[in-house]
Each structure stands twice: as C-alpha cells, then as structure tokens.
C-alpha cells in the first residue's frame, strides 16, 4: 500500500489530549512545585527537613514510573514518595486528598496548547474531517472533563471521550477507541489516532483497528511500530 492510500480512506482524525494537544510538561513542571512545597512543609512540621532539589528529583522519578504502569491515581502517589524519606510517617487521608487536588489545579493552569495545535485542528476541521479527543481519566473524576473543557481548541471537536469515565476501560484498552468511533458514526479503520505514548496510544488505537500517528515528544523506552511517526503537530498536513 503506498503512502497516500494508507491516509486517503480517514474520515476521522482523534487525538490524545496530554503531550499531543498540551504541553503537559510544563503542568508537569508547576505541579510537581506545588506538591513538593506543600510536602516539604509537613515534613518539616514533623522534624524532616528535606531540600526541596531531593523532593522534586524524587517526584519526577516517580511520576515516569508510575506512568509506565498505567498507575495515574495521585492519591498512590504521596505516601511513596514520603515513605522515602521518612519512612515511619503516616500522611493523613485529607492531605493526600489535597495534594492530590493542588497537583491537577496547578497543573491545569501550566499546561498549554502547544504553538501548532489550534492551527492543525482548524486545518484538518477546514478539510472536513471529523475529530475526536480520546483521553484517560485522571483519576480524580470529572478533573479531565475539566481539563478539557478550558481547552481554548475544545468547540472544534465533534466528540470528546474520558477514557475511564464516560467508558469502563482506559487505554490501551480497545474500548475507548471503538466507543469514539462509534459516536462519531464511522468504522475504526477510517479513523487514525494521534498520540505521544506508544504503550497506551499506539497500542490500544492499533488493538481498536486504527491507523496510528506517534507524536515523538519524548523517549518513553517502548518501540510499539506507529503507521508514523511525527516531530510535530504541523507535519499532520503533510499527509491529511
Ligand atoms: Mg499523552
């Protein structure tokens, strides 16, 4: 098949929201701040004094981590990370409750379209194609229907789907994508997903019968075999 007969049957172009749309780094980068300040406080209540620099370094380790596990509660997140450093301390359930709701506010407030989104949505949208937003739960509900509704780009979609929430099963699970498919009235194998993990992106939009567009953010340490790879959001017209 050339080239130009793999993208000619797509109706429907869907993406993934953090890393694909967003520059989730940079909510990475506010958010884990924010954590790391609120954290260090408790433990310097509790006689820990801990350098901020080992807190972050910590958090960011753990972040990776517990995303190549699929492990996106926040709540599991803090009594580990604590537990490094003071191992005998108990965090109390409101607290972890807290910082788990400091995270995903500073986080939203940090992460940004990237400078090609707008432009690339309104593009494909301009050359009739349909588009959806397939994106996992934060695990914190409705904190991703949030996330997505402040999006400046949200009005161009025909169809917006948290993985988890509006569906039982998050990626790379093939539900959410058929259940997109589906709503949007057109076969999986008319619709390419666009996304930057090859574990749970590529994977699951490949198991769903999609054709499959890696967005080359970062090196996650998985070779998962897209229909393409990206730089960028811009190159997407290139070939649609
Ligand atoms: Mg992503």
């Excluded at 490094?84 to 400091?102: E, G, H, Q």
Aim: charged residues 30%; aromatic residues 10%; contains cysteine.
């Amino acid at each position: 098949m050339s080239r130009a007969d793999l993208w000619s049957k797509v109706r429907a172009v869907l993406f993934d929201l953090d890393e694909t749309l967003i520059d989730s780094f940079q909510g990475r980068i506010g958010a884990h701040a924010e954590v790391c300040r609120i954290l260090k406080g408790f433990l310097s209540e509790n006689g820990f004094v801990i350098d901020e620099g080992s807190l972050l370094y910590e958090l960011s380790s753990l972040d990776d981590e517990m995303n190549k596990r699929f492990m996106y509660d926040r709540d599991n997140w803090w009594p580990i990370l604590v537990e490094k450093f003071a191992p005998k301390l108990v965090l109390p359930n409101n607290l972890i409750k807290m910082l788990t709701r400091s995270y995903w506010l500073a986080y939203a407030k940090e992460a940004k379209p990237y400078h090609d989104t707008e432009e690339v949505l309104l593009y494909l949208k301009k050359r009739g194609y349909l588009l959806g937003l397939v994106s996992d739960s934060d695990r914190l509900p409705g904190m991703k229907r949030y996330r997505i509704e402040i999006q400046p780009f949200k009005h161009l979609f025909n169809l917006t789907l948290v993985a988890g929430e509006d569906t039982e099963e998050t990626k790379p699970s093939p539900e959410p994508f058929l259940v997109a498919a589906e709503r949007l009235g057109v076969k999986p194998g008319e619709c390419v997903y666009v996304g930057d993990k090859p574990f749970a992106d590529v994977e699951g939009a490949r198991k769903a019968g999609m054709k499959t567009i890696l967005v080359y953010r970062r090196d996650w340490g998985f070779d998962a075999k897209p229909d393409l790879v990206l730089r960028s959001l811009s190159e997407l017209k290139d070939i649609l």
